[in-house]
């Protein structure tokens, strides 16, 4: 079955530290995977999606990696700001689907 | 272009009744999805288009709920013989093929059914 679990399901940090989320999933053969911030009671925004073929994406202060082989991807967040509070969630696409299976998603606040 | 359209925002009805919601994606994205997602869980995927055709739909819809993209642009999501287990947030995302495939989700439909 294919499964996307996210660790933890809550954090809370100071400002301006280095954080890193993680998604987990199962099956290796994925299509691509994709990360969303949601902020409370809003529809998603997409943050960073990365390939099967790539290694790693970039977008500002944030980096996704993805390592199919062990079937893990991080979402590190430099320089973390109050701004930042919200739920992450990382979906996965498989090869031979349209769909894409959303973990729970990781709540962080980021503390002034 | 104002992104992904959802309608209504909030819909409160009795069990029993029929719902409907609509979704306007962006414009040139002919890819589209509906997803479900209740308090403190990921979406949950419901249904996919490609222009007017459902491509990928999900078993754990009853049929009670069936969607609609009847040309190829907005697409509609029903709901009949509500249950109190209905009461969610509907999500709808769009994308274009040959792309990224990155989605751009609406705001949502939050339903509450009493």
């Known amino acids: 079955k294919q499964e996307v679990t996210q660790i933890p399901a809550a954090l809370s940090v100071p400002e301006g530290e280095n954080l890193v989320l993680n998604c987990s999933f199962t099956?290796?053969?994925?299509?691509?995977l994709q990360w969303f911030r949601q902020d409370p009671g809003k529809g998603l925004t997409s943050l960073l999606l990365i390939q099967s073929s790539q290694r790693e994406q970039t977008s500002g202060r944030l980096n996704a990696s993805l390592d199919k082989s062990s079937g893990r991807s991080t979402l590190y967040i430099a320089a973390s700001q109050p701004g930042d509070s919200a739920t992450y969630l990382c979906a996965v696409r498989w090869e031979g689907t349209y769909k894409y299976i959303f973990g729970t998603g990781t709540r962080l606040k980021v503390l002034a | 272009d104002t992104g992904v359209s959802q309608d209504p925002r909030h819909k409160i009805t009795k069990r029993g009744q029929n719902v409907t919601f609509r979704c306007d994606p962006i414009?040139?994205?002919?890819?589209l999805y509906w997803y479900r997602q209740t308090l403190g869980q990921g979406p949950e995927f419901l249904t996919y288009?490609?222009?007017?055709?459902?491509?990928?739909k999900s078993r754990l819809l009853s049929d009670r709920f069936s969607a609609e993209r009847p040309k190829g642009s907005f697409s509609t999501l029903e709901i009949q013989r509500t249950e109190q287990g209905d009461s969610a947030m509907y999500l709808c995302?769009?994308?274009?093929?040959?792309?990224?495939?990155?989605?751009?989700f609406g705001a949502g439909s939050r339903l509450t059914v009493l």
């Open positions: 099956d290796s053969a994925i299509y691509n």
């Open positions: 288009f490609q222009n007017e055709a459902q491509l990928e």
């Open positions: 995302a769009s994308s274009s093929v040959g792309g990224a495939n990155v989605l751009t």
């Open positions: 414009s040139e994205h002919n890819r």
